[in-house]
């Protein structure tokens, strides 16, 4: 009689549980495979350094005057003193 009661008692238990990791195992690679892809595509930008590289020191924003056309990094053109400016990458 207790072999019947463990089995009425754990065999359900044992079916959720294989219905549960039948479930979450594909997830749980799909999951990593996404994650190796976006590494791989974050690593072959040029543009933004990859996703393993070290951070870059930050460059001053470059302006293009459109009264001279003289590139300066400042608020107002040192050179005319025009406010007019273009953002230069």
């Not at 990791?21 to 495979?33: D, H």
């Not at 974050?42 to 590139?71: N, Q």
């Amino acid at each position: 009689m207790d072999k019947v009661k463990f089995f009425a008692i754990f065999l359900p238990v044992l079916i959720g549980l294989a219905f549960l990791f039948r479930i979450l195992i594909p997830i749980v690679i799909a999951a990593i495979v996404i994650f190796i892809i976006t590494m791989i595509l974050f690593s072959k930008k040029k543009d933004a350094g990859g996703f393993f590289t070290t951070i870059k020191a930050r460059e001053p924003t470059k302006f293009v005057c459109l009264e001279c056309g003289f590139y300066h990094n400042e608020y107002i053109c040192p050179k005319c003193g025009s406010k007019v400016k273009k953002y230069y990458g």
